[in-house]
């Protein structure tokens, strides 16, 4: 059965703490994926990465970074946590079979994080 | 640039009645196509996916969608719904081609009266 966990299904934390969110995804796949996810805005890509140590930005990156250095595992790091990051995140990732190919993503639960 | 509308927010049907969900995308190339759903709580979970081939896509739980090029449609329907179809779902579209990037809808939240 094919997994994506994430590290926490709930997390509080306060404005000014540096917050990480972990993702590990059994399947060997090469991309990850974070997204986070408001009501009425659907999922908005943060950062995504292709390989380990590789990483692009999405639509939304101001004020997270990530970290790839295992191919399993992809981190999303909110340097200052401020009120406006309180969403949930959603993590995913794909395989990546051929070049321009367009696999499902798998899913992780999502962590849903409160900045207070 | 490339977006995927989903025009309704929030639809209501009786259990046993037959649905559909809209979702229009806006691609210039042949798009790699897919509807996802999300129970409350949980993360989504692939319905069906349409890369090529034929049109009528069967997914999951009875699904199907259906890819139409003229409208730049791939709307979902399910001819006989159940209560545990409520959930949001999310229609999907594989974005620039070289980047393994990914555009979601803003998504459509179900609610099924018993």
């Known amino acids: 059965d094919v997994k994506v966990t994430q590290s926490s299904r709930y997390l509080v934390k306060r404005t000014g703490e540096k917050v990480f969110l972990e993702c590990v995804q059994d399947?060997?796949?090469?991309?990850m994926f974070w997204y986070r996810q408001d009501p009425g805005l659907g999922l908005r890509l943060i950062y995504f990465?292709?390989?380990?140590?590789?990483?692009e930005k999405g639509d939304i990156p101001e004020g997270y970074s990530v970290s790839r250095e295992k191919k399993e595992r992809f981190s999303l790091i909110l340097e200052s946590a401020s009120t406006n990051q309180t969403s949930m995140y959603l993590c995913?990732?794909?395989?990546?079979?051929?070049?321009?190919?367009?696999?499902?993503?798998?899913f992780g639960p999502g962590t849903r994080l409160t900045v207070l | 640039a490339q977006s995927v509308t989903q025009p309704d927010i929030h639809i209501t049907v009786s259990e046993g009645a037959s649905l559909e969900l809209r979702c229009n995308y806006s691609?210039?190339?042949?798009?790699?196509l897919f509807w996802y759903v999300q129970s409350p709580g949980q993360g989504l979970q692939l319905l069906l996916k349409?890369?090529?081939?034929?049109?009528l896509v069967q997914g999951i739980k009875g699904f199907e969608a259906e890819f139409k090029r003229s409208q730049s449609s791939f709307n979902l329907r399910k001819p006989s719904v159940h209560w545990s179809d409520a959930a949001e779902y999310f229609c999907?579209?594989?974005?620039?081609?070289?980047?393994?990037?990914?555009?979601f809808g803003t998504g459509t939240r179900l609610k099924v009266l018993a």
């Open positions: 995913a990732s794909s395989s990546r079979r051929a070049e321009g190919a367009y696999n499902e993503q798998f």
């Open positions: 399947m060997d796949h090469e991309n």
């Open positions: 990465s292709y390989d380990v140590k590789m990483k």
């Open positions: 691609y210039g190339a042949t798009p790699y």
């Open positions: 349409y890369f090529s081939g034929d049109t």
């Open positions: 999907a579209v594989g974005a620039v081609a070289g980047t393994y990037k990914y555009i």
